[in-house]
């Protein structure tokens, strides 16, 4: 990943945190769209949206480069109070419409 995309990423991950961290009485939903110009003019630009859900989350995002190519990529999280289990989804379309997806399970245990 180059340094634009680390940043993109570092960005995604700070406003999702924020996003989930408000109360039930604030909003529930996040936006952003953010556009980055590096060398030579080249831009990418991202869409994020998250909403909270009763027990986590669902995230969407894209990510626009030169020549149009894109990277998408969903997940979701929920906690299950009574497994103490924390669940991840994640997938990921690239450019080529190659898709990756994955899920992982944490659960906490004394």
Known sequence: ???TGRILAAFAALALGAALTVGPEQALAYKRQSTVTGAHGKQATTNVEA???ATGYQRSSTTTGP???SVSSQSSGSWDSSTKTWT???SVTGPNGQTK???KQTT???
């Open 88 to 90: 991840k989804d994640k």
């Open 67 to 69: 020549n149009n190519k």
């Open 101 to 103: 997806s994955w899920d």
């Open 1 to 3: 990943m180059n340094m």
């Open 108 to 110: 906490v245990t004394k």
């Open 51 to 53: 909403n909270r859900t």
